[in-house]
């Protein structure tokens, strides 16, 4: 787990210089900054869908996952857990709830969250997770620059995915091939765009409901493919 306690550290430094620099930046650079984050989203969405190598399993996983997750109303849930949250910290920042969910997409959708937890968790150094440390912690200084404090409490879900798959990644290595990992990152690629057309303001996605799709992927990548 040393992999995921660094890269929590990471994105708590880097979360607390953003929140510096939010605090003290006037509003207009504060509104160019986050739609610099929306354009940085759709771009690492757009590169992760790529990967696909069967778009009926994407389409399939994608609607599929978003039914589930309607019927489930998991937006619903995690907004009540973000506000509740938002009220226990004190927090007056509306975009508390849209800075944890957004970090928390950009952090943990990508391929190299869950190859670096396998690495780690079958007794290899955790280099992936290293590297991605410094990519997060870079990343969530402009995140939190532009969203505030919400970005921090990001890494409660982080640590328990990312840790989670590193707990468990000999169990979970049966079912996580490369093609696999390839076709959830591109689903999960494909989150990321409806994020960021979520922060450019272009019109509001239900992404967090898409998040099933992920699972979704898994089963039909694992049957098929």
Request: glycine content about 12%.
């Amino acid at each position: 787990m040393l992999g995921t306690f660094v890269n929590v550290g990471t994105v708590l430094l880097g979360s607390a210089i953003g929140l510096v620099l939010h605090q003290r930046l006037p509003e207009k650079i504060t509104k160019i900054v986050f739609q610099g984050i929306g354009l940085f989203t759709l771009f690492l969405g757009f590169t992760m869908a790529t990967k696909t190598s069967n778009y009926l399993i994407m389409i399939f996983s994608i609607v599929l996952g978003a039914i589930i997750g309607q019927l489930l109303s998991i937006d619903t849930a995690l907004d009540k857990f973000s506000n509740r949250l938002k009220m226990k910290v004190g927090s007056k920042n509306d975009k508390f709830s849209e800075g944890l969910i957004t970090a928390f997409l950009l952090f943990c959708m990508g391929s190299m969250t869950i190859l670096g937890a396998f690495e780690e968790g079958l007794g290899n150094p955790p280099n992936l997770l290293y590297a991605k440390s410094m990519l997060d912690g870079f990343s969530s200084i402009a995140l939190s620059a532009g969203l505030g404090l919400g970005v921090i409490f990001s890494t409660i879900p982080l640590l328990i995915y990312q840790g989670g798959l590193t707990l468990f990644a000999g169990w979970l290595g049966e079912f996580f091939s490369e093609v696999v990992i390839n076709e959830m990152s591109a689903v999960g690629g494909l989150m990321l765009i409806g994020l960021g057309i979520n922060i450019l303001e272009i019109k509001s996605i239900k992404v967090v409901n898409m998040l099933p799709g992920l699972i979704v992927a898994i089963i039909l990548a694992t049957i098929f493919l």
